[in-house]
């Protein structure tokens, strides 16, 4: 996501706000490449909520492993309603007479477990389960959850809303980090991905749409029923659902790439150089961080507020009043830079966000660079001299958002380049999304793998460059 342009701003000069990791500002030694392990509570406790996220301890339902969502809502912009049911293929990965979903918003009103119709609590922002039958670690188990809704954007750790937001002409979503559970129970947290079908059902003449490939469209009676296929694993932040007055654009990119875009109707021919932009990004990224990762790609121009930029898995969401203002180079590079970095490989943890952004924002310098604009090595040295106190490696809820993790992470990514070097920093990048594309990652992981491109310990450099609150002044020579 790169949200500078509205809440968590990502311009040079911008002052990070401190960090809430625990680290003590007149302490000036690194903080340890070996965080302690979040605890949870004792694995024989049924009702134990979340996955040991340090941020966001509510998030995640230990005990279960989705393997795919069908999303089946109908939503009429006039009268803001949601009536929905999914249905949550899932593997129980431990013993239980019990399950939870994240859902903080949604009214259920029924509760089926493999055909059987089962008794369920609402307990926000949890939505508690019971199994008509014990369940077995390794059992496969099919949920479906019917609710409805009148969605709206929900207060988050990070310091601005997310979830559903209605706009001028329908709506959108905006779910990083913890904004699907207000719209839809399903196990919100990025260690576990899935894949999605969406079939969305809206008023005659608008669009919906969602993340994939166009499965279906029709007609019946006065409503469009749409359906999506989302088949590679996906985070449920990644999740796109859109409605209203789109055309959907096809187009062909590098080696045949499907392209597959959704701009309003009004505004497609303002929209076509943007939409031209894409070929030549993914050519100039696949030099450095190996093949394209998904089976299509594309953008989304909605009618957000302004400063929404956000990485959708397979399609970018951008907001159309960003398009005219010269930013256009970096929100586009940025957010296709994330489909390498955060949509294939995804944060297993929320503390571990620099692998999204400061790769991203990495990815959109070298971009700026290649096309004439400030060089990489230069943007690096702004982005260090304005760097604020805080470990871009354990920032806060508050701070994921924020410069270090952006430009601050930019600075750790440069300062590795240099000092491994060409080859093995973009040897290290190509190698971390071939080998963990469809999976979910930490920091400890990337380090491991840094250690084994560059064939040398590198404990040192993260302690300095990652984990400390006060970063060298100087980059390696």
Same mark, same amino acid.
């Given at each position: 996501?790169l949200?500078?342009?509205?809440?968590?701003?990502?311009?040079?000069?911008?002052?990070?706000?401190?960090?809430?990791?625990?680290?003590?500002?007149?302490?000036?030694?690194?903080?340890?490449?070996?965080?302690?392990?979040?605890?949870?509570?004792?694995?024989?406790?049924?009702?134990?909520?979340?996955?040991?996220?340090?941020?966001?301890?509510?998030?995640?339902?230990?005990?279960?492993?989705?393997?795919?969502?069908?999303?089946?809502?109908?939503?009429?912009?006039?009268?803001?309603?949601?009536?929905?049911?999914v249905?949550?293929?899932?593997?129980?990965?431990?013993?239980?007479?019990?399950?939870?979903?994240?859902?903080?918003?949604?009214?259920?009103?029924?509760?089926?477990?493999?055909?059987?119709?089962?008794?369920f609590?609402?307990?926000?922002?949890?939505l508690r389960?019971d199994?008509p039958?014990?369940?077995?670690?390794?059992?496969s188990?099919?949920?479906?959850v019917?609710?409805?809704?009148?969605?709206?954007?929900q207060?988050?750790?990070?310091?601005?809303n997310?979830g559903?937001?209605?706009?001028?002409?329908?709506?959108?979503?905006?779910?990083?980090p913890?904004?699907?559970?207000?719209?839809?129970?399903?196990?919100?947290?990025?260690?576990?991905k899935?894949?999605?079908?969406?079939?969305?059902?809206?008023?005659a003449?608008?669009?919906?749409?969602?993340?994939?490939?166009?499965?279906d469209?029709r007609?019946?009676?006065?409503?469009?029923?749409?359906v999506?296929?989302?088949?590679?694993?996906?985070?449920?932040y990644?999740?796109?659902?859109? #409605? @209203?007055?789109?055309?959907?654009? /096809?187009?062909? %990119?590098?080696?045949?790439? !499907?392209?597959?875009? +959704? $701009? =309003?109707?009004?505004?497609l021919?303002?929209?076509?150089p943007?939409?031209?932009?894409?070929?030549?990004?993914?050519?100039?990224f696949?030099q450095?961080f190996?093949?394209?990762?998904?089976d299509r790609y594309?953008i989304?121009?909605?009618?957000?507020?302004?400063?929404?930029?956000?990485?959708?898995?397979?399609?970018?969401?951008?907001?159309?009043?960003?398009f005219?203002?010269?930013?256009?180079?970096?929100l586009?590079?940025?957010?296709l830079?994330?489909?390498?970095?955060?949509?294939?490989?995804?944060?297993?943890?929320?503390?571990?966000?620099?692998l999204?952004?400061?790769?991203a924002?990495?990815?959109?310098?070298?971009w700026?660079?290649?096309?004439?604009?400030?060089?990489?090595?230069?943007a690096?040295?702004e982005?260090?001299m304005?760097?604020?106190?805080?470990? #871009? @490696?354990?920032?806060?809820?508050? /701070?994921m958002? %924020?410069?270090?993790?952006? !430009?601050?992470?930019? +600075? $750790? =990514?440069?300062?590795?380049?240099?000092?491994?070097?060409?080859?093995?920093?973009?040897?290290?990048?190509?190698?971390?999304?071939?080998e963990?594309?469809?999976?979910?990652?930490?920091?400890?992981d990337?380090?491991?793998?840094?250690?084994?491109?560059?064939?040398?310990?590198?404990?040192?450099?993260?302690?300095?460059?990652?984990?400390?609150?006060?970063?060298?002044?100087?980059?390696?020579?």
């Amino acid at each position: 996501m790169l949200c500078g342009l509205a809440a968590c701003s990502t311009d040079a000069g911008v002052t990070a706000r401190r960090s809430e990791a625990g680290v003590d500002p007149t302490d000036s030694q690194p903080v340890p490449t070996q965080p302690t392990t979040p605890q949870t509570a004792p694995i024989d406790d049924p009702n134990r909520d979340g996955v040991g996220d340090v941020l966001f301890p509510e998030l995640g339902n230990p005990g279960i492993d989705v393997t795919h969502y069908g999303v089946a809502i109908a939503y009429d912009p006039a009268t803001d309603v949601i009536d929905g049911a999914v249905t949550i293929d899932l593997e129980l990965t431990e013993d239980r007479d019990a399950i939870t979903l994240d859902a903080q918003g949604p009214e259920v009103t029924e509760v089926v477990v493999n055909g059987t119709t089962t008794t369920f609590l609402m307990d926000d922002p949890e939505l508690r389960i019971d199994l008509p039958d014990k369940g077995r670690s390794g059992d496969s188990l099919q949920v479906v959850v019917r609710y409805g809704l009148h969605p709206y954007p929900q207060p988050s750790a990070i310091g601005m809303n997310n979830g559903w937001y209605n706009s001028p002409g329908g709506s959108y979503v905006l779910n990083e980090p913890d904004g699907a559970r207000t719209w839809l129970p399903c196990n919100d947290h990025p260690s576990d991905k899935a894949a999605y079908t969406f079939t969305i059902t809206v008023p005659a003449g608008l669009t919906a749409v969602a993340n994939g490939a166009l499965g279906d469209h029709r007609t019946e009676g006065d409503h469009e029923v749409w359906v999506w296929e989302e088949t590679q694993p996906m985070a449920t932040y990644l999740i796109q659902v859109l #409605t @209203g007055d789109y055309e959907v654009v /096809e187009g062909t %990119g590098p080696h045949g790439l !499907e392209l597959l875009s +959704v $701009v =309003l109707r009004s505004d497609l021919a303002a929209m076509q150089p943007a939409l031209d932009t894409m070929s030549p990004q993914i050519e100039f990224f696949e030099q450095f961080f190996g093949p394209y990762p998904f089976d299509r790609y594309g953008i989304a121009m909605t009618d957000s507020f302004g400063g929404l930029a956000m990485e959708t898995q397979g399609r970018s969401l951008f907001s159309r009043d960003d398009f005219g203002f010269g930013v256009q180079q970096m929100l586009l590079s940025h957010e296709l830079a994330h489909q390498w970095f955060g949509d294939a490989v995804t944060p297993a943890r929320w503390q571990d966000i620099w692998l999204n952004e400061a790769f991203a924002t990495y990815g959109h310098m070298m971009w700026l660079e290649h096309i004439g604009e400030q060089t990489v090595g230069a943007a690096a040295a702004e982005a260090l001299m304005f760097r604020s106190f805080g470990a #871009t @490696g354990t920032p806060g809820a508050a /701070e994921m958002f %924020g410069y270090n993790s952006y !430009e601050g992470g930019a +600075v $750790v =990514l440069h300062a590795l380049r240099l000092q491994i070097g060409d080859d093995a920093f973009f040897t290290l990048l190509q190698r971390w999304v071939a080998e963990n594309n469809g999976a979910s990652r930490t920091t400890q992981d990337f380090i491991a793998l840094a250690e084994d491109v560059a064939g040398e310990r590198l404990s040192a450099f993260f302690d300095e460059w990652l984990f400390a609150g006060r970063t060298p002044t100087q980059f390696p020579r």
